[in-house]
């Protein structure tokens, strides 16, 4: 939910004529969608800069870091109001922990980047939320019971703590009933008003749910497509019911690929618990940094579960309602396919 909240924030912002950039990562077809503003920046004017500040630390910046670093200098030198930035991954250990950010936006905690992160919710917590050590407002998605608590409790670094649940409630809604880009909006929404508290009025824009490329994206209603860049366990589940809220499972293709080291056993076995689902894996070579479907066959085999792997083109020509995820890369290479 991070690129989709971070988005809201800034069509929000945007709406109240701030000054805003935003950085999020990563991108589908293009490098400048890493890199948003509403006022015009020259991205390539940065290369030199890059260069000069590469060799006079004596470093070589990795492509995460170089685009981070254009960003923030893009903010810097253009003396804008708001800089939304997503970090990469986690907080303590992603580059972008280096601004220690006075507001910070907990979207949710999901299962990733687990050797890094750490196995459990609270060990996954700890290392999000002390992406700054200084919080004047933490915001708080979609979390359980149990984290809320440990968060109101603990983390002493946070000044002030607001929570989703608060707010919905209130507004007669649950957040059980709404879609995970309802929830992402609303979380939005809480913390641009909080943070811009302009005489009680409240900021709002209509909720639109092909805002944010790839995330949910409905791309035809007939026959039914869907792109979504889910790539983890939690994010297939919610990106399934999601679907399931508005549409009937039965007859569903998903077509799916996935990036190298990714937990796919655990998708695999939950959608195959749901059987309505037809399964489709993308070829291999399809996609930057794909895991070749054939590793899948024997593990396949063993489970009983029906499957083919199919070509990308073959999402396309379905005419049932079909569902094209497992990967953000996977997303960005049908997309390019289509607008070339």
Known sequence: GKTSTANFVYQLLRKE?????????????????????????????FTRIIQDFESENNITLGYFETLFLIASKAFLDNRM??????????????????????????????????????YTALEVLDQKIFVSNNID???????????????????????????????????????????ANQINYWLALITVNSILSTNNEKV????????????????????????????????????????????????????????NGKNIESI?????????YKLNFI???TFFDQQTPNN???????????????????FSSNKNPSILLGSLYLIGEYKKRITT
């Open 204 to 259: 709002f824009l209509n909720f639109n749910n092909n805002l944010v490329e790839g995330r949910f994206e409905i791309i035809n209603r007939d026959p039914l497509k869907i792109l979504d860049g889910a790539h983890n366990i939690d994010g297939f589940i919610k990106t399934l019911k999601d679907y399931e809220k508005e549409y009937s499972p039965e007859d569903t293709y998903l077509y799916l690929g996935f990036k």
């Open 17 to 45: 004529k701030r000054k805003v950039l935003m950085f999020t990562s990563p991108h589908l077809v293009n490098y400048t969608e890493r890199i948003q503003s509403n006022i015009e920046i020259n991205l390539d004017s």
């Open 81 to 118: 109001d708001y800089f939304i930035c997503e970090a990469g991954i986690g907080g303590v250990l992603d580059t972008t922990s280096v601004i220690q950010s006075k507001n910070v936006v907990l979207t949710n905690i999901g299962r990733d980047h687990q050797d890094l992160l750490g």
């Open 268 to 276: 695999i076995s939950y959608i195959n618990s749901k059987k309505q």
């Open 296 to 314: 899948l066959i024997d593990y396949l085999d063993n489970e009983n579960i029906d499957y083919k792997i199919v070509n990308l083109e073959a």
């Open 137 to 179: 407002n933490l915001f708080v998605g979609d979390l359980s019971e149990e984290l809320i608590k440990e968060i109101e409790n603990k983390y002493k670094h946070c000044k002030s703590k607001f929570f989703l649940k608060d707010y919905v409630n209130n507004e007669s809604k649950k957040i059980k009933n709404l879609t």
């Open 283 to 285: 070829e291999e070579d």
